[in-house]
């Protein structure tokens, strides 16, 4: 079993930046795609970004591509997001998940380990 836990979500104002991070419990992630999604209010989840387990490709959403960067340190057992120049459009529950390599890191459903989420709020 894997564990994730997300952290650094808070309150900040358009235009300025979060990092957010999850870190892994039970086994190491070096050998799954991790990816993060988010979700929010009266909306499905959906995805954001994603890396693969060897960390060669990313994947993003249109939506985040040039604002947020995903990587990810197997030592740690940590995934990151840096988010710049956030919008109040980017308010929601940001969730982490990790997936087998051979999933689409793209697919929602793909994912077999989920965080509980960490909150971003954007003011205006």
């Known amino acids: 079993q894997v564990q994730l836990v997300e952290s650094g979500g808070e309150l900040v104002q358009a235009g300025g930046s979060l990092k957010l991070s999850c870190t892994a419990s039970?086994?190491?992630?070096?050998?799954?795609?991790m990816g993060w999604f988010r979700q929010a209010p009266g909306k499905e989840r959906e995805f954001v970004a994603a890396?693969?387990?060897?960390?060669?490709?990313?994947y993003s959403a249109d939506s985040v591509k040039g604002r947020f960067t995903i990587s990810r340190d197997n030592a740690k057992n940590t995934l990151y997001l840096q988010m710049d120049s956030l919008k109040p459009e980017d308010t929601a529950v940001y969730y982490c998940?990790?997936?087998?390599?051979?999933?689409?890191?793209?697919?929602?459903?793909?994912?077999?380990?989920w965080g509980q989420g960490t909150q971003v709020t954007v003011s205006s």
């Open positions: 890396i693969r387990w060897i960390g060669d490709i990313i």
């Open positions: 998940a990790a997936g087998s390599r051979t999933s689409d890191p793209a697919r929602l459903y793909d994912y077999s380990y």
């Open positions: 039970g086994r190491t992630v070096s050998g799954y795609n």
